[in-house]
């Protein structure tokens, strides 16, 4: 079977665990990355060089456009807040890509009823995951609240 092929999109914090799970799952491989500051463009390809000692790395730009039309990918990661999503949904469903956006999908039910209509319109999966109650911040933090 052929991995999954992922265009990860948002480099902030929540990336990184997103990229160690990449990284660590053999049915999915990291393609692309997609972020407007050009300075977490360049930290996060030397990570992941660094990490797996590799030295061919995901293509990177600053829209999920520009990465899509650049790279063969099955699979849009969206780990960009959501209030600014429409451009990356629209980007995703053009090039055919399925979608798995953090959560929440959209700021209002107006904007996520639009997110799953395009997806629905465009044919492409859209699945809104992830949850952090299991990592050890979380758990230590609810550990102060515990008696």
Known sequence: MMPLRF?????GARSRIW?????????????GLVDTDERRLVEAVGEISEMTGDSSS???GTTLDEVA?????????LCTPPGGRH????AACSAGL????EKPLADTLRDAEAH???????????????????LA???????????
């Open 87 to 90: 451009s990356q949904v629209a």
């Open 137 to 147: 911040v979380t758990e230590a933090l609810k550990g102060l609240f515990t008696d």
């Open 19 to 31: 990229r160690r799970v990449l990284r660590e799952h053999p049915d999915c491989r990291l393609v």
């Open 58 to 60: 995901p293509v990177v």
């Open 69 to 77: 039309a650049s790279v063969d990918a099955d699979v849009a990661l």
């Open 116 to 134: 799953v209509a395009a997806a629905d319109e465009a044919g492409v999966p859209l699945v809104v995951g992830l949850n952090f109650r299991y």
């Open 98 to 101: 399925s979608i798995l956006a």
């Open 7 to 11: 265009i990860l999109v948002g480099l």
